[in-house]
């Protein structure tokens, strides 16, 4: 079954005709093939600047009325429109080789065209892309030289073996020819060695210049000492390659024969017979020359391991057996897999480099026919090939089958040749899988990429992937899952599986979790999945398959999901071959999701700066105005127009009434930003001010390319300010008549009060006798003491908050049981007349905190006054104590207790837990702001724990000074 699911992505990309390619521009014009789109009469409608660079033309309007076959070949263009017609009618994808028209000689080209339909499926077009083949050719060309080469020489090893040794020099001759011909030498020889007499012979040569001939010069050097030390190592079979004759010694003969000629560059291939050297084919070059390529070397190693055994042969074979033999060696010598196939395709003779390819010993393999190993093609179809290959040679392309069962790309050579009176089939296999794997690759690529250019959305592109991956691996079990980082959970988007469809899934304790976690690709197999779920580090969800394999999705080194396949039959469906393929379907998959949100953020980004408040304006670098949002236009002389490639300082009316110290266009040559106010004489009725911010924006070069501007209205914005700075003006005054009150209170209310307290006292000693003089004398004086003490808490609080108080603020080290004892005790009095239970209690002799002392007693002095006024009955109790680090002082009574809804305000000024006109007790509500403020003050800190009807638990705690 297969599900597609919303990605959320949605299709971002907007719908066209045939400007199609216009979306993807920069990828159109920047690839590395020639690439252009034709309608379906052919006629060329759109190309990339690698076409032009392909043809004979230089510019694109050359070939906009021309047909895609008129740019080929003439004999090339009647196949290219059957091609081209046969595209039209079934839409199938089509591919050729042909000549495209070029200054030069005709560039050869591989051509694939394709059907594209715009987005609404209304209109076909034409796809082609042209790729150049000519290094390719020229390395086909190449290797094709090399097998004629390699196969000559084994055609001439084979005729070796029925020629009689008279008849051997001529060819040789020739065989030295061949060499050096295709390898570029000027000319090659054959030396023997006399080892035992220290001479040396040249007997054989071929020269590419006439009259120059080392055979006549060398004839025989009677004296190998005097460049021993440099061919010793031929002795030993091993080569030299690219010698100059300068690195001969000065007494070397052969060294001074090759100078006097002006030889640049001398290589020397032993010959060997078992272990002994014999001589070697030389090869020099009146050119500087670097002949260490693969293919010749093997050439030249083909042709020493010939002259060996002709060598060899010339001095000891005599049987057919041993010829046999001869031919096994020369057949060792190559790096590709040789067989000699009889005529009944049964295979007579293998070097070993085959029967490694196909995992046998040789005797297996002795006898079997060739196609029991071909994996691509039955009998009947061998016979065909080796038949059409009798006459001048072939090659084909096949995979065969190893012991394992395991398969490889072949690459098959065939020639004809006889062994006395039979006739054979030489055969050179060469492995290609690395090659093959390299074209899958390079294929992959190219489709994944041209679906990442043809999908519109991302259910499209996975539909593409899938089919691709299809092609390689097995896919029937395919899924695509987004990360969502809010709920830890993955959701799918591309669902294909022949038993599930699950949409979501938690992250913890799946496969795709370890994947995040670990972000590289993994693979389970079913064990690794049932040992995982035992050891609880992951759920099973859904079927169990018998392999999982999956690929972390990234985006700019971010996690966004994971892309898996499983399978539920083959548990070796994927291994390490796979897993390139499937990353880089996930890299491209995780860069059009990418482009997705890009594109999404830019459609984004866009509306908003469509529909903002804030006016936006880009211009060129001189200020013609190139995109503007519609807002700015409603500031302008004509509101509603468009003001594209208008001039930014000519499109705006600055309002005379206000003068400014710049002109817009000298800002514009500045090339800096820039930010101010000015006033717009808008389309209203009423000018408006606007906040500007004025960018330049540089290219890569450090270019002026563009402005960004920005207007804001901030016209409200200033009148606020104004009505703010009135109002502040405004407070400051009545701050300021404030201060002067309280600065008077302390001398125009206290001195009246203290006159009053003091004439209620004299009252009270005159009316000892008279009780009722006494009592109004004891009111008086009741309600002078209370209206002292509230005065001086106001003034308490108002040097606080004016902060005047800091100016007599003065921390010492003070013993606070004395101190605490002290206003314990005064308290009491006031305690007692309640009949209440005072106890004040401390471990500590001593318990030292840096603290004002008049500021102290205050704090505690209201406090505890707040204590006794709330408790009716029980106790007051009062403990010092002491941590490593503070002085923790607690007071604790069994008062009334404060609700825990009035636990904060009993802080602010003037608030208690009871108020209004029915609160039961006395008070400013200010003695408890008081002592917190002073508390503050001295660096401690205080606070509380009530329970209505409960009491009240008060702690207030200081550092300790240090140590």
Avoid at 163 to 170: I, T
Avoid at 256 to 277: F, H, N, W, Y
Avoid at 432 to 438: L, P, V
Avoid at 661 to 677: A, L, M, T, V
Wanted: hydrophobic letters at 40%; aromatic letters at 10%; glycine letters at 6%.
């Amino acid at each position: 079954m297969i599900r597609i699911l919303s990605s959320g992505l949605g299709n971002i990309r907007q719908n066209s005709q045939l400007s199609e390619p216009g979306k993807y521009q920069s990828v159109f014009e920047n690839h590395t093939d020639g690439m252009l789109f034709a309608d379906i009469d052919f006629r060329i409608m759109f190309l990339n600047r690698r076409v032009l660079d392909m043809t004979i033309y230089n510019n694109c309007c050359d070939l906009y009325s021309y047909k895609v076959p008129d740019l080929f070949e003439e004999p090339e263009r009647p196949v290219l429109e059957s091609l081209l017609n046969q595209l039209v009618s079934d839409e199938k994808e089509v591919r050729t080789c042909c000549r495209i028209r070029e200054n030069g000689a005709p560039m050869p080209v591989e051509l694939t065209a394709w059907i594209n339909r715009t987005s609404d499926d209304s209109t076909k077009f034409i796809a082609v892309r042209l790729r150049d083949i000519t290094a390719e050719k020229e390395k086909l060309q190449i290797l094709e030289r090399t097998l004629e080469v390699q196969n000559i020489l084994l055609n001439r090893s084979m005729e070796l073996l029925n020629l009689p040794p008279e008849n051997y020099n001529e060819q040789i001759d020739e065989l030295i020819m061949i060499v050096c011909d295709y390898t570029g030498f000027d000319r090659s020889y054959v030396v023997s060695y006399d080892l035992e007499n220290g001479n040396m012979t040249c007997t054989h040569e071929w020269s590419g210049i006439r009259g120059l001939s080392l055979s006549d010069e060398i004839g025989v050097i009677h004296s190998l000492k005097g460049w021993s030390g440099l061919l010793s190592s031929h002795l030993k079979g091993e080569w030299l390659l690219n010698v100059n004759p300068h690195d001969f010694p000065d007494q070397s003969s052969f060294g001074k024969i090759l100078l006097s000629q002006s030889v640049k560059t001398m290589m020397a291939i032993p010959l060997m017979d078992g272990e002994r050297c014999t001589g070697f084919v030389g090869f020099d070059s009146f050119e500087e020359k670097d002949q260490t390529d693969g293919e010749k070397i093997l050439i030249f190693q083909f042709l020493a391991e010939m002259l060996s055994s002709a060598k060899s042969r010339l001095e000891s074979i005599t049987t057919k057996e041993t010829e046999f033999r001869q031919s096994a060696a020369l057949m060792e010598g190559s790096f590709d897999g040789i067989a000699i196939i009889s005529e009944d395709h049964s295979i007579l003779q293998l070097n070993q480099k085959f029967a490694s390819m196909l995992g046998y010993d040789r005797d297996a393999l002795t006898g079997v026919k060739i196609w029991e190993l071909d994996n691509k093609h039955d009998s009947s179809r061998i016979k065909e090939i080796f038949k059409d290959s009798s006459e001048s040679g072939g090659l084909f392309e096949t995979r065969y089958k190893r012991k394992d069962d395991s398969v490889f790309d072949a690459e098959v050579s065939i020639s004809r040749s006889r062994i006395h009176d039979n006739s054979i089939f030489i055969t050179v296999i060469r492995d290609i899988t690395k090659r093959k794997e390299e074209e899958k690759i390079k294929q992959f690529h190219t489709n994944i990429a041209r679906a990442a250019i043809t999908s519109d959305d991302l259910t499209a592109f996975l539909t593409n992937v899938m089919y691709e991956l299809s092609e390689l691996i097995d896919d029937t079990n395919f899924f695509v899952a987004l990360y969502d980082k809010s709920a830890d959970e993955f959701y799918s988007v591309f669902y294909s599986d022949e038993f599930d469809v699950i949409e979501r899934w938690d992250a913890e304790r799946s496969m795709s979790g370890l994947i995040m976690k670990f972000s590289q690709p993994l693979l389970f197999t079913r064990e690794d999945i049932l040992r995982l779920n035992s050891e609880g580090k992951i759920r099973i969800i859904g079927t169990l398959p018998e392999v999982w394999f999956g690929v972390p999705l990234v985006v700019k080194n971010n996690f966004i999901g994971v892309m898996a396949v499983q399978s539920y039959h083959n548990k070796n469906a994927f291994n390490d071959n796979h897993r390139y393929f499937f990353e880089t379907a996930a890299r491209q998959l995780s860069l059009f999701i990418e482009f997705l949100n890009a594109e999404l953020l830019s459609r984004t980004l866009s509306k908003a700066v469509s529909q903002s408040s804030i006016l936006v304006v880009i211009t060129d670098e001189s200020g013609m105005i190139k995109y503007h949002n519609p807002g700015f236009s409603l500031i302008t002389e004509n509101p509603g127009t468009d003001l594209t490639d208008k001039n930014l300082c000519h499109s705006i009316l600055l309002s005379d009434d206000v003068k400014y110290n710049f002109e817009i266009s000298d800002i514009f040559n500045s090339e800096k930003e820039w930010k101010g106010e000015i006033k717009i004489l808008t389309g209203g009725d009423e000018p408006k001010w606007f906040e500007v911010v004025l960018s330049p924006v540089f290219d890569s070069g450090g270019k002026l390319k563009n402005w960004v501007a920005l207007l804001e209205d901030i016209t409200e914005m200033k009148a606020l300010f104004s009505e703010t700075l009135l109002a502040r003006d405004k407070a400051e005054e009545l701050n300021h008549i404030k201060n002067s009150l309280f600065a008077n209170m302390s001398h125009e209310f206290r001195t009246p009060l203290i006159g009053i307290l003091g004439a209620a006292e004299i009252i009270e000693e005159l009316g000892e006798n008279d009780m009722q003089i006494k009592e109004l004398a004891g009111y008086i004086k009741g309600g002078g003491l209370r209206l002292k003490n509230t005065l001086e808490l106001l003034l308490s609080m108002w040097e606080i908050e004016s902060g005047k108080i800091n100016s007599y603020l003065k921390l010492e080290n003070q013993n606070l049981v004395t101190l605490l004892n002290d206003v314990f005790s005064l308290a009491m009095s006031e305690a007692m007349k309640k009949n209440l239970e005072c106890v004040f209690t401390c471990a500590e002799p001593e318990v030292v905190a840096s603290v004002d002392e008049e500021f102290f007693r205050l704090m505690f002095t209201h406090i505890l006054g707040n204590a006794i006024k709330y408790t009716d009955t029980g106790f007051i109790r009062m403990e010092l104590k002491k941590t490593d680090t503070q002085a923790v002082i607690e007071v604790e009574d069994s008062g009334c207790g404060i609700p825990e809804e009035k636990q904060e305000i009993i802080w602010e000024e003037f608030r208690q837990a009871s108020e209004g006109l029915s609160r039961i007790y006395e008070g400013t509500g200010l003695g408890l702001t008081a002592a917190k403020k002073y508390c503050e003050l001295m660096g401690g800190k205080i606070n509380l724990k009530s329970e209505k009807g409960k009491g009240t638990v008060f702690t207030i705690t200081f550092p300790l000074p240090a140590t």
